[in-house]
T-cell receptor
Framework: EAGVTQFPSHSVIEKGQTVTLRCDPI?????LYWYRRVMGKEIKFLLH????????ESGMPNNRFLAERTGGTYSTLKVQPAELEDSGVYFC?????????????FGPGTRLTVL | AQSVTQPDIHITVSEGASLELRCNYS??????LFWYVQSPGQGLQLLLK??????LVQGIKGFEAEFKRSQSSFNLRKPSVHWSDAAEYFC?????????????FGSGTQLTVLP
């Protein structure tokens, strides 16, 4: 069974540009989460999808971030326009169950550098 | 709000020595507790989790963790460290009530293993 995949693995862009990160969850997983880790600090929650619906987007830092999950499969996270403080590693995770006691499986992350 | 503290940013041990990584949490009740590991270039891999029951939890790769309610701790242990255990370790908590499903992470502990 394939795990959670993320693309690209690395992205280097200039301030003001747009970047789109993609996450493919484990097949059949309804729950999809985005997290990010900035400057070696804690991994912080961004948002949670259940199928194609945003269940919780309380962690999204501002309106420069837009997440979508078309058809309840893969998800994209767009940053437009990117700022220096957006640099970090963006992780995606997925889980199968609807209950809270489920395991989240993480992808390898996308390292974003904004110059 | 829940929080997680990993007081040790970096730990160095010799191969074959025992290991204990500390984790303290703040939460109004007993949370769900997790330990993840991230090796270089890899995603976060679940080592073990505690939901309820026996407070001593066995995980993969010979790791175990003990939940101590009185100390709000969930320390990770391994009796004999291998060079391949060098990685970054994250403790995380999940809420057991309310609508949130996301994990709250500690800042991580980087483990170096000396030959």
């Amino acid at each position: 069974e394939a795990g959670v995949t993320q693309f690209p693995s690395h992205s280097v862009i200039e301030k003001g540009q747009t970047v789109t990160l993609r996450c493919d969850p484990i097949s059949g997983h309804d729950n999809l989460y985005w997290y990010r880790r900035v400057m070696g600090k804690e991994i912080k929650f961004l948002l949670h999808f259940v199928k194609e619906s945003k269940q919780d987007e309380s962690g999204m830092p501002n309106n420069r971030f837009l997440a979508e999950r078309t058809g309840g499969t893969y998800s994209t996270l767009k940053v437009q326009p990117a700022e220096l403080e957006d640099s970090g590693v963006y992780f995606c995770a997925s889980s199968a169950a609807r209950g809270r006691a489920d395991t989240q499986y993480f992808g390898p992350g996308t390292r974003l550098t904004v110059l | 709000a829940q929080s997680v503290t990993q007081p040790d940013i970096h730990i160095t041990v010799s191969e074959g020595a025992s290991l204990e990584l500390r984790c303290n949490y703040s939460y109004g009740a007993t949370p769900y507790l997790f330990w993840y590991v991230q090796s270089p270039g890899q995603g976060l891999q679940l080592l073990l989790k505690y939901f309820s029951g026996d407070t001593l939890v066995q995980g993969i790769k010979g790791f175990e963790a003990e939940f101590k309610r009185s100390q709000s701790s969930f320390n990770l242990r391994k009796p004999s460290v291998h060079w391949s255990d060098a990685a970054e370790y994250f403790c995380a908590v999940g809420a057991t009530s309310g609508s949130a499903r996301q994990l709250t992470f500690g800042s991580g502990t980087q483990l170096t293993v000396l030959p």
